[in-house]
Nanobody, 125 residues
Framework: VQLVESGGGSVQAGGSLRLSCVAS????????MAWFRQVPGKEREGVGV????????YRSDSMKDRFTIFRDTAKNTVYLQMNSLKPEDTAMYYC????????????????????WGQGTQVTVS
């Protein structure tokens, strides 16, 4: 299983970015997929998940209001659309997956995830 993120970059506050996570060797629509982010010196935090049924859960109301997780099964890709970006959204963003279709109520626990991408940097100024 290989996950590759892309789409990060530098953007001004209020702008938008769309991150992609492409899976190889893995049909991601069958499994729970997650987005996390991490600032240097801080713990990696969950952004949101999409399970095999297509149900989406976000870590916070702020993320729910500004971010959208969706997937394209034909492209075997999960996306994180981020709008109204703020400087505090600056972080390395990672996608992750595990060998289950459900995500669970404590999906934000790092130990739940088996596979990780290398991350893509998002900088908001």
């Amino acid at each position: 299983v290989q996950l590759v993120e892309s789409g990060g970059g530098s953007v001004q506050a209020g702008g938008s970015l769309r991150l992609s996570c492409v899976a190889s060797g893995y049909t991601l629509s069958r499994y729970c997929m997650a987005w996390f982010r991490q600032v240097p010196g801080k713990e990696r935090e969950g952004v949101g998940v999409i399970n095999a049924a297509g149900t989406i859960t976000y870590r916070s109301d702020s993320m729910k209001d500004r971010f959208t997780i969706f997937r394209d099964t034909a492209k075997n890709t999960v996306y994180l659309q981020m709008n109204s970006l703020k400087p505090e959204d600056t972080a390395m963003y990672y996608c992750a997956t595990r060998d289950r279709g459900t995500c669970g109520s404590n999906w934000y626990a790092l130990s739940r995830w088996t596979y990780w991408g290398q991350g893509t940097q998002v900088t908001v100024s």
